[in-house]
């Protein structure tokens, strides 16, 4: 094997991970609600209105309008990724907010240390990257469970890079 093929091969990476934020409602469930709570708001305020309580109609209005704005900036904050990479040679962050404005952070694996907050009765309530001068965190919309089964992952990935 030649040098150059040597090289090539150490930045190679063996450990990649796209980290996404979970949403519980898909956008078939996102329809049938918003749906569901359309009719019950149209059959609820045509009762108001029948009696002559006509405002009230307006606001069960509002209520609607409210709660899809609402669930519009919750799936567009699910737009955020981060995807992290890992080699012998090279640790790479990058960060996709949900405005699609993309950061990317390099490391050097011998370098970098993954500095894991935790609480007793939480878990793991913060993960970074860190070197002498620079720190980026990682994982944030993570869910407890998701965030130790990544940090396990990634310092295993981290002690094999430093050990090849």
């Known amino acids: 094997m030649s040098e150059t093929n040597a090289t090539f091969a150490a930045d190679e990476p063996f450990f990649k991970a796209l980290l996404l934020p979970h949403r519980s409602l898909g956008h078939t469930g996102f329809l049938i609600l918003m749906g569901t709570l359309t009719f019950g708001c149209m059959v609820t305020g045509a009762i108001f ?4 309580a006509w405002p009230i109609f307006g606001f069960l209005g509002l209520d609607v309008v409210a709660l899809y704005v609402a669930f519009r900036l919750n799936y567009r904050a699910a737009r955020a990724r981060e ?4 080699s012998r040679t090279s640790l790479d962050i990058l960060k996709t907010a949900p405005s699609g404005k993309s950061e990317q952070h390099h490391f050097n ?3 970098a240390r ?21 720190s980026v965190a990682i994982g944030s919309f993570l869910n407890p469970d998701d965030r130790e089964s990544f940090a396990t992952a990634f310092s295993r990935a981290l002690a094999t890079a430093r050990s090849r």
């Open 83 to 86: 995807e992290v990479s890992v």
């Open 49 to 52: 209105l029948s009696h002559g």
């Open 114 to 134: 993954f500095a894991v907050s935790r609480h007793d009765e939480i878990g793991i309530t913060g993960m970074a990257v860190e070197t002498r001068d620079n």
């Open 109 to 111: 694996p011998f370098w």
